[in-house]
């Protein structure tokens, strides 16, 4: 699982289409191969797209399923680096477009045209999906994409280094403040909430009671309490109680298992990792609430599969994925958890995951089902930037939080407006 250290490619940073559709060019990465020839299967030829996991073995997984199929000839292009979502729509845009590939629910995808419908698949079975997953690939009451795998995001302790500082773990934003500092000395920094501190914008936001937009689809996530939790992660960003400039970002838990940090901010693919490393020496604990009538939140990440709408073979690659990800049901258990630690999106799945009923990964399944949040198709690229801003704006260089959530709200409502009118 050393894997899950490579530091080129932030895989769980929250992808989205927005900008990507605007691109033109053909995607220079894969050169002149665009993946139409090879495979075992017979007639049709089908390229899919994936950005390239960390997880030792995912590549050859995802390439063993599709050999396996022998209804079409299945290419995967792996595509490593940091942009996986310039290139994938930069390649949607020419005659090398994949015919499946993975992402994000995003209704850009839709109101484009880019994506098919895919409630003819889904339908018969979705009620062993999540209801909070189908609820999130749901546009317009139609179903666009197939859920793939759930990806929790919580914080890992150290529990010796907090029992060695005289420290709980923490039940509300304040005590995280006050832990970092009784955290950090000469070697150990307190807490590490990624390089750039922006993983944990939403988690925030969330933990006070707000959301990213409400049910009308308008901004809900100005409010005086984020403001003041912005504060706090500036406090600790300030006084030097977060670990920053670590060689391997969030989403990688090697500052966790060397030693670099007390409480760190990853999800619970890392989870075999971490416990090999430190045995029983390890905790988590969600996002602490950080305003009264808040509560503690957990990030949902995950990857779904999408048909390009204008694929040439538009039938044929929604049959694979009805084969793939509906029908094969060893294949989606061996994806979600031979291979880090992940949710399976079936609940049927789910609920007879052994490797999820005990010890730490069960705790990981209580706080997803008990504080997690899903995707919003609404919350564009341009809004995540626009919020990392505001990150980079008051905790970074300490300018005013309020300032720097009404420079979101400018760009906010402008997607908005685009959107919804």
Known sequence: MSALSNSNWDRRTVLRAAMGLAATGALAACGGNNGRGGGAGSGTNLTQYFHAYGEAGTEQAIKRYAKAYDKANVTTQWITGSNFESKLFSALLTDNAPDVFEFHPQIQLVRSGQVADLSDLVDPVKDDFNQADIASHTIDGKIWGVRMIDDPQFFYYRKSMLADAGVEPPATLDELVEAAAKLTSDKVKG????????????????????????????????????????????????????LLDAPADWWDPSALTQGLVAIQWCGMWAMPVIEKALGDDVGIIPFPSS???????????????FVNAK????????????????????????????????????TSL??????????????????????????????????????????????????????????????????????FG
């Open 191 to 242: 807490v590490f909430l990624g390089n750039s501190v922006t993983p944990v914008m939403n988690p925030l936001i969330w933990s006070t009671g707000a959301d990213t937009l409400d049910g009308q689809n308008g901004i809900a996530y100005h409010t005086d309490a984020v403001a003041e939790g912005l504060g706090k992660l500036r406090t600790m960003f300030k006084d030097g109680h977060l």
């Open 350 to 419: 789910a609920d007879s995951a052994d490797k999820l009923k005990t010890g730490l990964a069960a705790e990981g399944v209580r706080l997803f089902n008990e504080f997690g949040h899903f995707d919003n198709p609404a919350w564009t690229q341009a809004m995540i930037v626009a919020l990392e801003g505001v990150v980079a704006d008051s905790v970074r260089k300490g300018g005013s939080p309020e300032a720097a959530l009404d420079k979101a709200d400018t760009t906010v409502n402008r997607e908005l407006k685009k959107l």
């Open 291 to 305: 305003a009264d009538g808040g509560k503690p939140a957990v990030t949902n990440g995950g990857w779904s599969m």
């Open 311 to 346: 694929s040439q073979h538009l039938d044929e690659a929604k049959e694979y994925v009805k084969w793939l990800w509906i029908d094969q049901r060893e294949y989606q258990e061996d994806w979600a958890l031979s291979y880090g630690f992940h949710i399976p999106p079936r």
